[in-house]
């Protein structure tokens, strides 16, 4: 059964550094988001994304956050400037129609700022 | 915009008594409502799901209700297994991409 993918597993970050998260979506796919859970509390929704521009954004997403579809196959998550409130497992998600469809999501990038 | 609100935080069951988990959400146009398992350090795994036109999905020892009237829906799990442990979200939305979840359920089944 495919599966939604994400590089890396884990990532360490010095606070104000860059960092871009990968997705791979699953293949025929076209609604694809991130979300953000910090440790112990509920998944948050961030943004989603379709036909190569942002659907929905929550206002976590401010401006330090971008998304791209750079190719056929990868969405990412850039954060510009991370903060130690950043600190979170980022995970990707993917739906075949959008609209309350089901949503499958990737393993997570578990991100840490120091 | 949305609010859900999933109840209780904790909960633990002796193997092979039944579970329940509730949520509530404040939107009534909220139309679709997932259930996620989470496993330890794993993904979000769609369990079940309903949408409002319909009142109860059961998938084997696994039920959803939804009363959209009182605007609450809730996981059944019959004949629990250690397997079952794990925390659960309930999720909705709004015809639109963006899933509103709770704040978790932490099961724990004790075999």
């Known amino acids: 059964e495919p599966e939604v993918t994400q590089t890396p597993s884990h990532q360490v970050t010095q606070m104000g550094q860059e960092v871009i998260l990968r997705c791979v979506p699953i293949?025929?796919?076209?609604?694809f988001y991130w979300y953000r859970q910090i440790l112990g509390q509920k998944v948050e929704f961030l943004v989603s994304?379709?036909?190569?521009?942002?659907?929905?954004k929550s206002e976590i997403f401010d401006d330090q956050f971008s998304v791209e579809r750079p190719d056929g196959s990868n969405f990412t998550l850039k954060i510009r400037s991370t903060k130690l409130e950043d600190s979170a497992m980022y995970f990707c998600?993917?739906?075949?129609?959008?609209?309350?469809?089901?949503?499958?999501f990737g393993p997570g990038t578990r991100l840490t700022v120091l | 915009g949305e609010n859900v609100e999933q109840h209780p935080s904790t909960l633990s069951v002796q193997e092979g008594d039944s579970a329940v988990i509730k949520c509530t959400y404040s939107?009534?146009?909220?139309?679709?409502f997932p259930w996620y398992k989470q496993e330890l350090g794993k993904r979000p795994q769609l369990i079940i799901d309903?949408?409002?036109?319909?009142g109860e999905k059961k998938d084997q020892r696994i039920a959803v209700t939804l009363n959209k009237t009182a605007k609450h829906f809730s996981l059944h799990i019959t004949e629990t297994q250690p397997e079952d442990s794990a925390v659960y979200f309930c999720?909705?939305?709004?015809?639109?991409?963006?899933?509103?979840f709770g704040t978790g359920t932490s099961l724990t089944v004790i075999p």
């Open positions: 309903i949408r409002s036109n319909v």
């Open positions: 293949s025929n796919h076209l609604y």
């Open positions: 994304f379709y036909n190569n521009e942002i659907s929905e």
């Open positions: 999720a909705a939305s709004i015809e639109g991409n963006q899933f509103y």
């Open positions: 939107d009534s146009a909220s139309n679709y």
């Open positions: 998600a993917s739906s075949d129609q959008g609209g309350g469809d089901t949503q499958y």
